[in-house]
């Protein structure tokens, strides 16, 4: 028998405890497992509907939600604000209220509003799952990067995780933070002071304004990447002179322990954040992560949106 979820949305790390976790990235070694079958799919979640709404782009949360949902056996319905009436005006309670009406089981909603899937989660009765709001949280990523880190590592409690880049506009490294610290790994922050959060000593990591001394004895390097859409131009140099201060290269790598794995959450500015020959070289896990994203957020939906008591991957 499968122990009950004891959340109904996943709106943020927050709002976790270490015991909800370990049982997303638990339950998340099943599907991992089904996802390489040659036949990738379970009839877990059939007859069950999720929404996959989102305002903001996206390529890896929204397939793999998708991807999640269908090798579930669910109904997966994709909505993203350009091409709905959003464009006419339609707010977003209206919206939400309008596709609850079609009964679904669950919403996966990304918006620029910080505090958006909170926002639906307390007017409607439906399940929702933040795929990312604002500069605020991305839960899922942190997630599907735990899974990750314990997959290549074995464990999480006593790395150490050197989160660099653009901490300022990253709701991966705010979700990060919360994560790894909640299950006891060192975090450290590395940002140029100009990409530094105010307040972020609240995140219990350690805070640096140069790459090297960030990197040195690391187990996990995480870049994150410059959201040029987000970045007043006088908070930035330019891209020769960021790469040059704060890109991982296979020079500043060094400063990391000789195994230490290389992530990023993707999209990458290449060149920028992170020099093509460390992305696409022997310690980057950068595709590992996508790969678990589907495995996770088929978790995360069973979690939420399956039967109480079903085993995750039975058979028909
Ligand atoms: N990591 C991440 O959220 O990627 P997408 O924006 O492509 O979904």
Not at 40 to 47: A, E, I
Not at 219 to 244: H, I, W
Not at 266 to 276: A, K, L
């Amino acid at each position: 028998m499968t122990r009950p979820f004891r959340q109904k949305h996943l709106l943020g790390i927050e709002a976790l405890e270490p015991s909800d976790i370990q049982q997303i990235l638990d339950t998340g070694e099943a599907f991992f497992e089904v996802s390489r079958r040659p036949v990738r799919k379970v009839p877990t979640l059939r007859g069950k509907t999720i929404l996959n709404v989102f305002y903001e782009a996206s390529t890896r949360t929204r397939t793999s939600f998708e991807l999640a949902g269908k090798r579930l056996s669910a109904d997966v319905v994709n909505i993203s604000s350009s091409g709905s009436s959003v464009t006419k005006g339609e707010t977003l309670l209206d919206t939400v209220k309008n596709l609850q009406a079609m009964r679904p089981d669950v919403v996966v909603l990304r918006h620029q509003a910080s505090g958006a899937p909170h926002f639906v989660a307390a007017r409607t009765g439906i399940s929702v799952i933040n795929a990312g709001d604002g500069a605020h949280e991305h839960p899922t990523q942190a997630l599907l990067d735990a899974f990750t880190i314990r997959r290549s590592k074995g464990h999480i409690r006593g790395l150490v995780v050197a989160i660099c880049g653009d901490v300022m506009h990253s709701r991966v490294a705010r979700s990060n933070a919360l994560l790894l610290g909640m299950l006891g790994a060192t975090v450290r922050f590395a940002a140029p002071r100009t990409l530094t959060p105010r307040g972020v000593e609240v995140f219990g990591t350690e805070v640096y304004d140069r790459l090297e001394p960030a990197l040195e004895g690391a187990d996990v390097v995480m870049m994150l990447r410059v959201q040029t859409e987000r970045l007043g131009g006088a908070m930035f140099p330019t891209n020769r002179e960021y790469s040059r201060i704060f890109g991982l290269s296979p020079r500043t790598l060094r400063y990391a322990k000789p195994d230490a794995i290389v992530m990023h959450p993707g999209p990458m500015n290449r060149g920028v954040e992170i020099d093509p020959a460390v992305a696409d070289g022997t310690r980057s896990v950068i595709l590992d992560q996508v790969e678990a994203g589907v495995a996770v957020r088929m978790a995360i939906l069973y979690l939420l949106a399956g039967e109480a008591g079903a085993h995750p991957v039975a058979a028909a």
